[in-house]
């Protein structure tokens, strides 16, 4: 062998080496990275209606936009609200329509990224109840997680469109658990507005009948007078402004998610999510995911239409009182940039 060719060859090898642990050092440095960290408060959290993130997080996509997420679950969104405003929470998973609530106390908060497009609630009656139309509940008692919460509101929606007012039926918080069933089955409630799985079980049951619903988007079209954005994550404004990071990686997670979610089967869904979010019945867990699989968000894109039928719609509530300028209460900007990410 030549010096030539053997200078070559120690080149190469040098330079291949020098190269191999260029990336070997960068990956460690990744993997020894600390995470982003934040903490979301949200309600029902084993409940379909926060069915991005936990596939967000099962399926590693939090901690792949390097962020750690904790959890505080709440028994309704009103409560999880009330954990960020007590500062105990940086982001909260919850209803878009809390954020009208929200401005109007002088709070700037935004939504930042969508789940779903639909409220995802129903409304019905105990079977055992001789109840036949929302009319005839006048003096009921009606269960929601909890005042001022989504599925208090859509209760109120049901009870206008039908010549009842708020008043006219008693509010019992039962919460968006197990607790929900008990309330029912005891009789301290004679209906109930609440989530899936929890209502579709009890309608599979025969133990409730439903007299509205706001699952699809041609029923939520139907009770709200158009389309409106359903759950999402919001917090300060502020917040968005000091930790882009974070909520970027927040985004991101949720997105990859929502991209997963269009073509998962019922199968890949068992797999991904925990068993203990099936109520013990994994078949009836599936069909209540069937009901809703319309209703997730696309690309977390909050639209502006959306976001005015909401607003319309939660005006005629009695007691709300709104301004009559429409507050900015989302940005788009984190959304389109995991959109891009993720090329939907």
Known sequence: MSAAVYRRRALLKAVGAAF??????????ESNRTPLRVTVALAARQS??????????????FKQAGLAVEWQSH??????????????ADVVGGAFEHLFGLHEKGLNYQAFVLLGRTPQVSFGVATHKDLRSVLALKGARVGVSALDSSTHWMACQWLLQNGLLPEDVTFVEVGSSFGVIDALRSGNIDALCNLDPIMYGLEQKNEIRLLGEAR??????????????GASLFARAEFLQQ???????LTDGVVHALKWLQTAGLTDILKAVP?????????MYLGAFEKLRESY??????????????????SRLPGMVHSSRLPRAYTNVFAVKAKERFEL
């Open 20 to 29: 191999l642990g260029a990336r070997t050092s960068r990956a460690a440095v």
């Open 48 to 61: 379909l209606y926060q069915l991005p993130l936990t596939l967000a997080e099962q399926l590693g996509y």
């Open 75 to 88: 028994e309704a969104g009103a409560k999880a609200v009330s954990s960020a405003l007590q500062g105990q």
């Open 216 to 229: 699809t988007l041609a029923a939520t079209r139907k009770v709200m007078g158009g389309s409106v954005p």
């Open 297 to 314: 968000a696309v690309d977390g894109l909050i639209p502006q239409e959306g976001v005015f039928n909401a607003w319309r719609a939660h």
């Open 243 to 249: 930790q882009p990071a974070v909520v970027q990686a």
């Open 275 to 283: 068993s203990h979010h099936w109520m013990g019945d994994r078949a």
